[in-house]
């Protein structure tokens, strides 16, 4: 049998370990977590920027949407002609109500494209059943299907204008990385063909433009000229009513997943929290590394006194610490790697994207292995030089002994104290005996209350953002009409809204950007529309004028309807509000753009009823 006859230096950095395991087991602990989050972290980071935004690119995104009225497809071919564009494709959106066989009805958006074998912009991916749809049929998105508990075979119905109802047969079920995800807004995504519009009483014709430009694709402003020399030279010499031009997403520079700022957003969050946990880790190795070397100050003098250098002491207790540290990035990498899972496969789920297999970047790796090996090193040399530093003789005879005049201020001060109890004496002169360590413990300790003060502040500021948003939309019923809208729809609501037209100035030289101006009657108090003043007064100078004659015609559009229809049911009159809101800008960017928003909130139910308060006037 032979024996493997380890050096005394290696028997006593085992003995070290094993004889203090609850430090031990602290210090690896410690720089586990940290290994963990930083790969947590990262490689999340890492998976949804190759699943998310690389499926997004991959299905060649719209730089620009110009929403037009209604065209013919071949419109789409003389904006793909130009030079400066790359490709164009039409696509007809309708908003409706959609019914499954169980379970409430949820807002769903039809579109429909004039050939779903051929879809070049935006691309679906087919995920079962069939690609295309044919008369009374429909593709469902993902995971609209989910939230609307059908699959391919089922029916569900669909309700236009609030008129008659059609019911479809789901014949597919498609990826669409391009639409808000159902859990979001719980908005559903279907897919249709034109004749089935027409079948459920639509007049054909497409609404919507995907543009693709031919260079400097990313440049903002260069992807918005391009769109409004579309609209000057080919779609408003057609005989089109240019309604909107926008870039994809919510402040998204073009070619960027509607969500990217977003996302970027919280990743920078969790980044900042993984870099705290960094220092956090750090506090305690040195904390732990000065107590040892505290501890055993004799054992360093006696080695020094039998012949050992103090390379070989530094040596041995470095280490020591690359041994935990060696253990810590053991148990810290597959924690990293479950967390990064978990991180991503939550994100996949909210913001519908597949995660197409789950493993540990090299440049992840790397920088764990920095972590959790080089970084305890590297905060342990400060404590671990210092420590043996000191000379034979102060380590085995002045051990433990004090020299009143290298005392510092606390110090001195302490020791003329007489009043207090000798245990608190002693607790407080050992507190400060080590300054640098008690500097340490305190940097750890902040920085373990910031982390948790962080975390909860975090939530907070986003809940609170949440409630001030929902402060500018604290209505039922929003009502658009823009640009094309259906001839029967505009005239059942001609009644409802009907405020004086009146053109904004236009902003010489600004490209891309909305001028609107919403006028709410002596209505405030409801708290239907709320918005914050940064600067200035409510309105000034010329605008005073033009805001009051539009809230004079809003308020008596308002009141008249809502005193009407409270008139026929024998009610006495309620308020209700009327939000209007109108926008232009210049010919260099967006095309005017008028939307009429009736505005109602109610604990009854208002889905039919344009005006409806509980507050009696």
């Known amino acids: 049998m032979t024996v493997v006859e380890l050096h005394t230096r290696w028997i006593k950095i085992l003995k070290d370990i094993w004889d203090h395991k609850s430090r031990s087991i602290l210090v690896v602990l410690s720089?586990?977590?940290?290994?963990?989050?930083?790969?947590?972290?990262?490689n999340a980071k890492s998976m949804i920027e190759r699943d998310l935004y690389g499926a997004y690119q991959a299905g060649n995104p719209a730089l620009v949407q110009v929403y037009v009225s209604p065209f013919d497809k071949n419109l789409a071919a003389a904006v793909s002609g130009m030079r400066e564009v790359e490709l164009a494709e039409a696509r007809r959106t309708v908003a409706a109500t959609g019914y499954p066989p169980a379970g409430p009805s949820r807002d769903i958006n039809l579109t429909a494209v004039p050939d779903f074998n051929d879809v070049k912009i935006d691309q679906l991916t087919l995920e079962s059943g069939a690609a295309s749809p044919g008369v009374r049929e429909i593709l469902l998105e993902r995971q609209s299907a989910q939230g609307l508990g059908v699959t391919v075979g089922d029916q569900v119905t669909i309700e236009i204008n609030h008129q008659r109802r059609y019911a479809l047969t789901v014949v597919g079920i498609v990826h669409d990385s391009y639409v808000r995800p159902f859990a979001l807004g719980k908005q559903a995504a279907g897919y249709v063909s034109m004749d089935t519009l027409q079948w459920m009483g639509l007049q054909p014709g497409y609404n919507l433009l995907n543009v693709v430009v031919a260079d400097n694709k990313y440049n903002r402003e260069h992807v918005l000229a391009v769109a409004g020399l579309a609209r000057d030279r080919v779609i408003e010499p057609a005989g089109y009513i240019v309604g909107r031009i926008q870039i994809p997403g919510f402040g998204s520079n073009p070619g960027q997943h509607w969500a990217q700022n977003q996302i970027n957003g919280l990743l920078?969050?969790?980044?900042?929290?993984?870099?705290?946990?960094?220092f956090l880790t750090g506090g305690l190795v040195i904390n732990t590394i000065s107590a040892i070397m505290t501890q055993q100050i004799k054992q360093i003098g006696v080695m020094r006194s039998i012949g050992a250098v103090r390379g070989q002491i530094v040596g041995m207790y470095i280490v020591n610490v690359l041994f935990l540290s060696t253990l810590g990035l053991l148990i810290g990498l597959p924690l990293g790697l479950l967390g990064a899972w978990g991180l991503a496969e939550l994100a996949a789920n909210f913001l519908n994207f597949t995660l197409t297999e789950i493993n540990l970047p090299v440049h992840v790796a790397l920088l764990q292995a920095a972590v959790g090996l080089l970084m305890p090193i590297g905060v342990a040399l400060a404590p671990i030089i210092s420590?043996?530093?000191?000379?034979?003789?102060?380590?085995?005879?002045?051990?433990?002994?004090?020299d009143e005049r290298r005392h510092g201020l606390i110090e001195s001060l302490l020791i003329k104290v007489r009043r207090l109890s000798p245990p608190i004496m002693l607790s407080l002169r050992n507190t400060f005996r080590n300054k640098a360590r008690l500097v340490f413990t305190l940097i750890t300790l902040t920085l373990a209350g910031a982390m948790f003060i962080a975390a909860f502040s975090t939530r907070s500021s986003l809940t609170g953002q949440t409630a001030d948003i929902q402060h500018y939309v604290a209505f039922d019923a929003a009502l658009n009409l823009p640009a094309g809208s259906n001839r029967l729809a505009v005239e059942r609501n001609r009644d409802d809204v009907e405020p004086d037209a009146h053109a904004l100035p236009e902003a010489p030289g600004v490209v891309g950007r909305k001028v609107a101006v919403d006028a709410v009657p002596d209505l405030a108090p409801l708290g239907l529309y709320r918005n914050r003043l940064a600067h200035g007064e409510r309105a000034v100078g010329a605008d005073r004028d033009l805001?009051?004659?539009?809230?004079?015609a809003l308020g008596r559009a308002g009141r008249a309807r809502g005193e009407r229809e409270h008139e026929r049911a024998g009610e006495p009159p309620h308020r209700s509000t009327l939000t209007a809101s109108r926008s232009s800008v210049s010919k260099n960017g967006i095309g005017a753009n008028a939307n009429r928003r009736a505005t109602s909130r109610s604990g009854n139910d208002c889905s039919r009823v344009r005006y409806c308060l509980?507050?009696?006037l």
């Open 31 to 42: 720089i586990a977590v940290g290994v963990a989050a930083v790969g947590m972290i990262n």
């Open 268 to 278: 920078l969050v969790l980044q900042v929290m993984g870099v705290l946990t960094i």
């Open 387 to 402: 420590g043996t530093r000191i000379s034979v003789y102060d380590a085995i005879y002045e051990y433990g002994l004090t």
């Open 547 to 552: 805001a009051a004659e539009i809230e004079q």
């Open 614 to 616: 509980t507050a009696p």
